[in-house]
């Protein structure tokens, strides 16, 4: 079965400074791997996933399959990527059956 | 507009009265999902559904049914509910691409 691991439940930076969100993975194929993320009191969203290599919101996420790691990065948080950040993972190569991490709560601090 | 809408935001029940949280979606997708958001464990798949009548368990299905009759709604009963399934609930509608999420409905079993 596969799974996700996100080590960091809170994570506190300081604006213009950089950030990187860790998630490792547990899985035997060739996964899809997501990053969703939830602003307060709104819903979930997709932030990116790794088969379109975008960068969103000056966010990025490099796959290793060696360190099976998909971790998040910025160079210079903002104060309004303040949200909670989920990891997930898909099986099948899309966007169903997801299996997410436990979510890393992130505060930019003025 | 593509979205998916849960209903009702919020509710407050008693334990063993039978409820049902409303989920529909209006981009005409396959699959559908339930998860639950609890703090510390993220989300969890509780059922998804693959197509009108074809439904299957999650990771947490114990103490819950859903029903897929229609292609845009995807309901899911509490037949009895206890204060255990006190939780975030989320529905999520998703393409082979992405996976889009309703608002969430908090459940308070009391």
């Known amino acids: 079965a596969q799974r996700v691991t996100q080590p960091e439940k809170l994570l506190s930076v300081f604006k213009g400074a950089p950030v990187e969100l860790k998630c490792n993975y547990s899985y035997s194929g060739s996964p899809e791997l997501f990053w969703y993320v939830q602003y307060s009191r709104q819903r979930l969203q997709l932030l990116l996933r790794?088969?379109s290599r975008e960068s969103i919101k000056g966010f990025t996420a490099d796959l290793n399959k060696g360190e099976t790691s998909f971790h998040l990065k910025k160079p210079f948080a903002q104060e309004e990527d303040s949200a909670m950040y989920y990891c997930a993972l898909s099986p099948g190569g899309s966007a169903r059956q997801l299996t997410f991490g436990s979510g890393t709560q992130l505060t930019v601090l003025p | 507009e593509a979205q998916v809408t849960q209903n009702p935001r919020y509710l407050i029940t008693v334990t063993g009265k039978k409820l049902t949280v409303t989920c529909s979606q209006n981009m005409n997708h396959e699959y559908m999902s339930w998860y639950r958001q609890d703090p510390g464990l993220g989300l969890r798949q509780i059922y998804y559904?693959?197509?009108?009548?074809?439904?299957d368990k999650g990771d947490v299905p114990e103490g819950y049914k859903v029903s897929r009759k229609e292609k845009r709604n995807f309901p899911l009963i509490l037949e009895s509910p206890s204060p255990n399934q006190t939780s975030l609930y989320f529905c999520?509608?998703?393409?082979?691409?992405?996976?889009?999420f309703g608002q969430g409905t908090r459940l308070t079993v009391v």
């Open positions: 559904s693959m197509n009108v009548e074809v439904t």
């Open positions: 790794h088969i």
């Open positions: 999520a509608s998703s393409s082979s691409t992405e996976a889009f």
